[in-house]
């Protein structure tokens, strides 16, 4: 083995943000974790590991290792190996299609190995912090019992990130790289998850494969001005394992700009946390309750449908027709009554230009992709 050196520089920053909306999300901490996989040349005949680390958070139900922007150099790459023995391959053009972060991956250790071509050289990769999930909870169910029952529906994304310590907020494709969601969610709409799995007992939130995670492409708008003023249109990259759009695989739903009718059955479909059962914590979960009221001039739309921490930027459905008609963004159901608030697409015509602009860059992908 050729010789290598690794330098370790571990301190735990834990980056909390209070939430100001009724419907508080997920959390991550940002670890420093600090760890240089230095250069090396390889002079065997056949590709070797020349460097290696195990990356390690006791406790953690998955990691997501950042690193930084370098290149490892043509025919190298890193190995990942996590969970039960699972192993991701990531090269130069993977890595940046990741935007230098790996997926999110299941388990508290995470071995990194630098594989060099025979006879190249790299100049080595360096990680420079990780992302470790946990949960802060409040409720907005409506009613003393909670209604949501587990559900396997696939244009549904749980979009995950640590940016600004906020992680954990629902989003729904409309397109084949189209998605909707809350516009305060906007600082966490950095990876699309779907095909989510169940948590552990314990609660602890558990990672789809690398093949089902989505890495952001573009904000196409949003705002984040409260009730009725809350939304956001971006698009996701192709998955750069699969090569595929997030829509090609996992479908996409219409939506309908038509004003909606009071008392009319909704349906969310999200990721909220859940005590009761830790299993289907952050894991999807859908209910249908009543529309209580819409307001044409500030585009506030109220319902009396369950949901959790982890709902908000959840898509509200017709239920009969299964079409958009809004976004779930705020709590404000209890046991003795109240609703739960959310953002009209009828009456918010900068939200519709929006999903317009983006679902006509789709158009021209979609019919690119027949």
Same mark, same amino acid.
């Given at each position: ?122 100049? $080595?990769?360096?990680?420079?912090? =990780?992302? @470790?999930? +946990? /949960?802060?909870? #409040? !409720? ?106 997030? $829509?090609?695989?996992?479908?996409? =739903?219409? @939506?309908? +700009? /038509?004003?909606? #009718? !009071? ?108």
């Amino acid at each position: 083995m050729l010789n290598r050196s690794l330098r370790l520089l571990v301190s735990i920053l834990v980056i909390s943000l209070s939430g100001v909306y009724a419907q508080a999300e997920m959390y991550n901490q940002m670890v420093n974790y600090q760890v240089s996989l230095d250069s090396a040349f390889n002079t065997q005949n056949q590709a070797a590991v020349v460097a290696s680390h195990d990356v390690s958070y006791p406790g953690a139900g998955g990691i997501r290792i950042h690193f930084y922007p370098s290149e490892l150099g043509y025919g190298n790459y890193l190995k990942l190996t996590y969970g039960t023995g699972q192993v991701l391959y990531l090269d130069d053009q993977r890595l940046y299609e990741f935007n230098y972060k790996s997926p999110y991956l299941n388990g508290e250790l995470v071995r990194v190995e630098l594989v060099v071509a025979a006879g190249s050289a790299s100049s $080595g990769a360096f990680i420079q912090g =990780l992302e @470790v999930p +946990y /949960n802060v909870e #409040t !409720e907005s169910i409506c009613g003393s019992e909670d209604n949501r029952i587990p559900s396997d529906l696939k244009p549904f994304a749980r979009m995950v990130s640590a940016q600004n310590g906020r992680s954990g907020c629902s989003a729904t494709m409309i397109g084949p790289s189209c998605a909707v969601s809350a516009g305060h969610c906007t600082s966490v709409l950095n990876v699309a998850q779907f095909n989510v799995p169940a948590s552990n007992d314990n609660g602890q939130p558990n990672f789809p494969a690398p093949e089902h995670q989505y890495p952001l492409s573009e904000h196409i708008a949003s705002r984040d001005g409260g009730i009725g003023k809350d939304w956001a249109v971006f698009r996701l990259k192709k998955n750069p394992i699969t090569g595929k759009y997030p $829509g090609e695989v996992q479908g996409f =739903l219409s @939506v309908n +700009y /038509n004003p909606p #009718t !009071e008392g009319m059955d909704l349906q969310i479909t999200g990721y909220g946390t859940d005590r009761p059962d830790p299993t289907r914590n952050a894991a999807q979960q859908t209910n249908i309750g009543p529309l209580i009221s819409v307001e044409e001039g500030t585009a506030r739309m109220f319902h009396q449908v369950d949901t959790m921490p982890g709902n908000s930027g959840s898509s509200v459905l017709a239920a009969s027709t299964q079409e958009i008609i809004g976004i779930h963004t705020h709590g404000g159901c209890r046991a003795n009554g109240g609703n739960n608030g959310s953002t009209s697409l009828a009456f918010n015509r900068d939200f519709q230009n929006a999903v317009r602009e983006c679902l006509a860059a789709d158009a021209e992908l979609w019919h690119q992709l027949q």
